[in-house]
Structures are given as structure tokens and as C-alpha cells.
């Protein structure tokens, strides 16, 4: 049996192995891209109930501005770049765009932290709107789902998503990589949650385990990410599922399952109300694959109308997202340039580190250090769980990053720059330095500059946030390009809409049919 001593020996050799295999041009190859969520917020910190701004295009068919949950929830979207500089300066883009259409409508702003802003009444809270397309009213019908599901409030919480690939990796090597992800998570939740208290007005009503702080604002004293804890994307329908990431194979048939299996609670909803309003797209335990909680996940870009799982089986892995990640409400755009570097270092060492296959024991080992990383990462001593027995959060996690140095080094000599080894620098310190972390620093600031409010503080980011990127105009050029894209999305909406001609109900009931999920890879071999 490993001890916890030899697997960090056998990773130390693997990663060698491993890097000797990476030509500096497969490492120049990487690319990432960036999905940023934000709600839009009144200047008084309230939840803003106003339609998307018209300016930004259509919902529906823009490429790099959409909406996530709620009509008030942005959602930008870059491409995939091969350094962090292009991808942060597309993202910057987007937001002095989106800020532009926004003081047109008045003073609102962008929220900047994962936790959400003032929040209405559950029902209150709008529903994101796509148009009368069979394509939008699905989409809309989806978000009915998981407001019955689980309530409109929880999809609020906001997070920054990293989608991130490398040349030549296989499905097997990809599922290998989330293996690991999973397995090291909680040093991300640990380095970059950003999330240790929100409003009391979210947790009304709701079993917790906060503690109060004020009466505006509960919190985790050495909490991390309560997005990521019990509090945030937790369900206990989803909690019945065991997922493995064994191969996209083990994987499909997990979803497939959970895609087409009845889920008494959701029959009793049904699909539409008396009054003939739809109330989900189905009432199978996923509605469709976007609802199955993760921290990563495989992705493959989808043909219209295509269903995500049919992709990853026909055609395979072509990146991940990882789905961890808190919005930094210190920085302009919610991640900074070192944090996307360190990510890759990391992405690199889940590639390159041996991956046993997971078992339903380690699985539910890796829950519990979630949910105990988000609560109480901070916490001087904390143990996680590994290999049946105990070990310090702080000595896994340095383990980790001192496997991580010659990864960096690699990157760096690919690039001629030393950007990644600081960053794996940085994280080091960062283990040895709790205060010195967003989530110490989100409290300490609540504490010294705003009376221990949440909210006081998140608005305060978010107006500076507001005054930095209005003060920094946006070039001619990208403001003509991404004024084009808005107007064209806006054409494509109406085409769709013109071109539709089947009644919605058949429809839905092609789109969520098992039928479109595609056939498992090993079968198609075989045909």
C-alpha cells in the first residue's frame, strides 16, 4: 500500500517523466478562456430587477455577453488565448463594454463579490429571457427548473469559470487530470476562496451552519468559499449521484443515468402548471447535463442544438472548466494574471501526476474536504481526509505546490519569462500566511473599513470596481467590434425565431429524449 510519503515520491517522478515528454511547444499551446458571472446591482446594493441592457445584443446569440441564471446576472465570455495578458485584456473589454451600456440605463454596477448582493423575495427574482424561440423558451424553462429545484437565491452565488486545454492530451489523460483536480481542490478553495460571509438575507429561512456576525451579515470565521460549501451549489437529489471520472465512458453512462431517471420529487412538480406554464424541461433527476454540480468538467464546443453529452461522446475531450473559482473582489475583473498562471502550473500538475482511478471511499473523502476547506480552510491544525487517515491541509497543500516548482520552471523557460515560478512562489508564502489570503483579507476589511457589514464592503468594491473601469475608456476599435457583435447577435435572434416552426412541446420532448444523448464510444467502435 502507498503511504502518503512514496505517492509524493511517485508524483515527484511522474512529473519528471512527464515534463521530459512536453515540448516547449506544446507548452506555448495552452490556451485558456474565462467565464465571468456578476450581478447586476443597484447603487444602494440591492439586487437590480431591470431587463438585460439592449445594448449588449441578445442574450441568446452573443458570443462574449450573455446572461447566467437571472436577467440580472451577467455573464462575460472570452475566447481561448494562449497567454493570460490576452485573455484578462478581452475580459477587460467586455466589462468597460457591458459598463458602457449600463450608465446608460442609470448608475448600476457590477457586484464583485461570488456571494450576492441585497436579494428580493425568492420569486422576485428574475428569470434570465431568451426570446420566443424554441431555443430561448427552453433555456428559459431550464432556469423555471432550478428555481423549483432549489430555489432561485442559491443561483445568485456568482464564480469565475477557467477553461483550459493542451495540445495533444487524450480523453483518457483529461479524465485523468480531473481525477486529480479533484483530488487537490482544496488547495484552490484554500489560495483563492474569496466568499467567508454573506447578507443574512440569503441564509433566511434556511438550515446553516454560519455563524452571526452582525445582524446584516453571517459568516465562517476561517471559512474560504462558502460558494463551494454546504451553503452554495449543494443538492440532495444530486447527492444520490456517484459520478466516477474513471473514463468518459464510466462518465456518460453516470449522466446518461442521472439524464433519463424519474425523480419523484420532481413528477410531483411536473412539466407544466394548470394554467399550461412550463415549470421544467423535464423531470428526470438532471434536467440536462449543465445541471449536475461540479468543480471541473470535461467539455467539448457543441454543434447547434446539439446535447453536451452526445459531443463529448462522438467527438471527446477537447478542454475543461474548472467551476471552483470565487470572483476576487479585490481585483478589477474578478482574477488577476498570477492566479491564471498558478492555475495552469496546477492544470499541468494534475496532468502530469499518476491518477489511480477513484473509488466511492475516496470520493466521499473528497467531499468531506470540500465542504471542511470552504468552512474552515483557515482554521490553524485543520485535517483532511487522504488514503483513510488524516493529514494536515497545510502539509498536503505543500506537498503539492513544491511538486508544482520545476512545472513553473518548464513553463517559464518555454515563455523566457519568470512569471509562473512566482506565482508558485507566491502560493508557497500563502501557505504559511493565512492572513495574507482573499478570504482573510474580505474579513479584515469588512472589520477595519466597514463595521463588520458584507454588503457595505461589496458595494464598496464594486463602486471603486465601477469608478476604475469607467475611468479607463475603451479603444475605438473594440468598442466598433464588440458594437457589431451586439448588433448581429440581435439579427441572428430574429432569424432563429423566423425560422422556427415546430410547436415548443415537441420540442422539449425531442430535445430532452435519451435518443439525443448520443451512443458511448465503445459501441460506436464496434458499429
Not at 447577435?489 to 420532448?509: G, L, N
Amino acid at each position: 500500500m502507498n503511504t502518503p510519503h512514496t505517492a509524493s515520491a511517485s508524483a515527484t517522478v511522474g512529473i519528471g517523466n512527464g515534463l521530459k515528454a512536453l515540448t516547449p511547444e506544446r507548452l506555448k499551446g495552452m490556451r485558456r478562456g474565462l467565464e465571468k458571472e456578476s450581478l447586476r446591482a443597484q447603487p444602494g446594493g440591492g439586487l437590480a430587477l431591470t431587463p438585460h441592457p439592449a445594448a449588449l445584443g441578445s442574450a441568446l446569440t452573443h458570443p462574449g455577453i450573455t446572461t447566467d441564471f437571472s436577467e440580472s446576472q451577467v455573464e462575460l465570455v472570452t475566447g481561448a488565448h494562449l497567454s493570460a495578458e490576452a485573455t484578462l485584456q478581452e475580459l477587460t473589454e467586455l466589462h468597460q463594454f457591458t459598463y458602457e451600456a449600463m450608465q446608460a440605463m442609470g448608475d448600476e454596477m457590477l457586484w464583485v463579490s461570488s456571494m450576492p448582493c441585497g436579494l428580493p423575495t425568492d420569486e422576485t427574482i428574475p428569470i434570465a429571457r431568451f426570446g420566443s424561440s424554441n431555443v430561448g423558451r427552453a433555456k428559459s424553462v431550464y432556469r423555471m427548473g432550478l428555481s423549483h429545484r432549489y430555489g432561485r437565491r442559491m443561483q445568485t452565488i456568482s464564480g469565475i469559470h477557467y477553461n483550459w486545454s493542451l495540445p495533444g492530451v487524450s480523453n483518457e489523460q483529461y479524465f485523468a487530470l480531473i481525477r486529480n483536480f479533484r483530488r487537490h481542490a482544496f488547495l484552490l478553495l484554500y489560495l483563492f476562496g474569496a466568499s467567508p460571509a454573506v447578507c443574512s438575507t440569503f441564509v433566511a429561512g434556511r438550515q446553516h451552519e454560519l455563524q452571526k456576525l452582525t445582524d446584516t451579515t453571517m459568516y465562517m470565521p476561517h471559512g474560504t468559499s462558502l460558494r463551494m460549501g454546504r451553503l452554495g451549489y449543494q443538492s440532495d437529489a444530486q447527492a444520490s449521484l456517484a459520478v466516477s471520472y474513471n473514463s468518459l465512458d464510466g462518465y456518460g453512462a453516470s449522466l446518461q443515468d442521472a439524464l433519463t431517471r424519474p425523480y419523484p420529487a420532481y413528477e410531483a412538480v411536473g412539466i407544466q402548471n394548470p394554467g399550461g406554464d412550463y415549470n421544467q424541461l423535464a423531470t428526470t433527476l438532471l434536467q440536462i447535463e449543465n445541471e449536475f454540480y461540479g468543480t471541473i468538467r470535461p467539455k467539448r464546443v457543441i454543434f447547434p442544438g446539439e446535447r453536451p453529452l452526445h459531443a463529448l461522446r462522438e467527438r471527446g475531450v477537447e478542454y475543461i472548466e474548472v467551476r471552483l473559482m470565487d470572483l476576487d473582489p479585490f481585483e478589477k475583473v474578478g482574477i488577476n494574471a498570477q492566479t491564471m498562471r498558478f492555475l495552469d502550473v496546477f492544470l499541468l500538475h494534475c496532468l502530469l501526476s499518476p491518477s489511480p482511478n477513484d473509488t466511492p471511499q475516496e470520493i466521499a473523502e473528497l467531499k468531506h474536504n470540500q465542504h471542511h476547506t470552504a468552512a474552515r480552510g483557515r482554521e490553524p491544525g485543520l485535517l483532511l481526509k487522504r488514503g483513510g487517515g488524516d493529514v494536515p491541509l497545510t502539509e498536503w497543500g505543500a506537498e503539492v505546490v513544491a511538486q508544482c516548482a520545476p512545472i513553473a520552471a518548464a513553463l517559464d523557460a518555454a515563455h523566457g519569462v519568470t512569471h509562473y515560478s512566482e506565482a508558485v512562489v507566491s502560493a508557497e508564502a500563502a501557505l504559511l500566511d493565512p492572513a495574507s489570503l482573499p478570504s482573510a483579507r474580505v474579513l479584515a476589511a469588512m472589520a477595519a473599513e466597514h463595521d463588520n457589514s458584507f454588503v457595505r464592503f461589496a458595494r464598496a468594491q464594486s463602486e471603486k470596481t465601477q469608478r476604475a473601469l469607467r475611468d479607463t475608456p475603451l479603444d475605438a476599435a473594440a468598442r466598433e467590434r464588440l458594437k457589431a457583435l451586439s448588433e448581429e447577435s440581435v439579427r441572428e435572434q430574429k432569424k432563429i425565431e423566423a425560422a422556427d416552426t415546430m410547436p415548443f412541446e415537441q420540442y422539449r420532448q425531442q430535445y430532452v429524449s435519451a435518443d439525443r444523448l448520443g451512443i458511448p464510444r465503445r459501441e460506436v467502435a464496434h458499429a
